[in-house]
């Protein structure tokens, strides 16, 4: 009598640039035919840093002093809105059950989204930091094309974490309300409001392993630095290495079957 061979679960595929472009390219078809999304990706964070410097139209300084900083938080949140949005919405309608029956890995389909979302983040972070240093006279001591370059991690960060809060809802509802959680302690604790090291001591540790502090802190380095700094690189490595570790962990939570 024969014992049964036990069931093998099949091994995923191996990761395929082919495949990944294949995903973004189709993300990107799905966007340009979602007018609202691709507005509130490219216009939001250039009418809210124009709303913000008019605000501050008595008190340029003001401007300058915060302008940096947000510069690299609005690119931040509405990517993670939105990337948060649109995964769940291909999870609950069966569009990444049916994508992961085929021959697509975890990371090739997480690659893809990562890949079609940062292409919308260049060109909205590109948006956004020329109007803030060309039209709006956002005065900065460093190159802006450091500046663009901390807004665009801050964008590709803020995908990665809707990547990954979108693997914990269970409706579009429930990715918004990752927000408060995911991302208003770091608004708060970055050093937007006030100096990090003014916090109290358990506040300033907790700043100091979230992601978007170093975010600030890039900003602030090129904004009073004509030069790189040690700091700059250091706090870009951060963004980059925390946006990297989130993909990461967004592709192993994927799940292949739909609740």
């Not at 595929?13 to 799905?30: D, I, N």
């Not at 060109?123 to 901390?150: C, F, K, R």
């Not at 269970?170 to 090291?197: H, K, N």
Request: hydrophobic share 55%; glycine share 6%.
């Amino acid at each position: 009598m024969s014992t049964p061979r036990p069931q093998l679960h099949p091994a995923a595929p191996p990761l395929s640039p082919a495949r990944t472009l294949a995903t973004a390219a189709r993300v990107l078809r799905q966007l340009t035919h979602d007018p609202r999304t691709v507005a509130l990706l490219l216009l939001i964070p250039v009418v809210m840093i124009t709303l913000l410097r008019y605000v501050f139209d008595g008190s340029p300084r003001t401007f300058d002093a915060i302008g940096a900083s947000l510069l690299g938080i609005f690119p931040l949140i509405t990517m993670f809105l939105v990337t948060s949005i649109a995964t769940l919405r291909e999870r609950t309608s069966g569009t990444l059950e049916r994508l992961l029956a085929m021959p697509l890995g975890k990371g090739d389909l997480i690659g893809g989204y990562a890949l079609a979302f940062g292409a919308v983040a260049i060109v909205q972070s590109l948006l956004a930091t020329a109007l803030s240093v060309w039209a709006l006279g956002l005065d900065v001591t460093g190159s802006p094309w450091l500046l663009l370059l901390v807004a665009l991690l801050d964008a590709l960060l803020g995908t990665a974490l809707g990547l990954f809060v979108s693997a914990f809802a269970a409706s579009e509802f429930q990715a918004v309300q990752f927000m408060p959680a995911v991302i208003f302690p770091q608004l708060l604790l970055c050093g937007l409001f006030i100096a990090r090291d003014r916090m109290a001591p358990v506040l300033e540790a907790l700043s100091n392993v979230l992601p978007m502090s170093y975010a600030v802190d890039g900003m602030n380095e090129v904004l009073h630095h004509t030069d790189v700094t040690g700091d700059f690189i250091r706090d870009v490595l951060v963004v980059a290495g925390c946006a990297l570790l989130v993909l990461t962990l967004g592709a192993a939570t994927l799940r292949r079957r739909t609740a």
